[in-house]
């Protein structure tokens, strides 16, 4: 009898190693700091700061701030910070 191993020769993905559930929802923006968090690619950092612009106008004395990446993926030292300085953090890639 033989013995037949069959191996996956794929490798597993760095998000689903890496996933995180979601947080909840906050009830309202209003009084909230914001992180932008932009990786560096192309395109990226307008997204965010059209996203920014779109939610100050929509709630109350609502602050952003931009946190700009250098590469993909995203240092987790960049990210540790964004969540430790915002209540929300917004983060985006584009090419």
Known sequence: MYLLEVSNPVAQQRGVVTAR??????ASLDNKR??????GTHGGDVALKRVGEMLRDRFE????RFYAGHGYPITPSLVKQAAEEC?????????
Do not use: F, H, K
């Open 21 to 26: 559930s979601i947080n909840p929802r906050p």
């Open 34 to 39: 914001v992180g932008l968090l932009w990786s």
């Open 61 to 64: 004395n609502l602050e952003t």
């Open 87 to 95: 209540d929300l953090v917004v983060g985006a890639t584009a090419d």
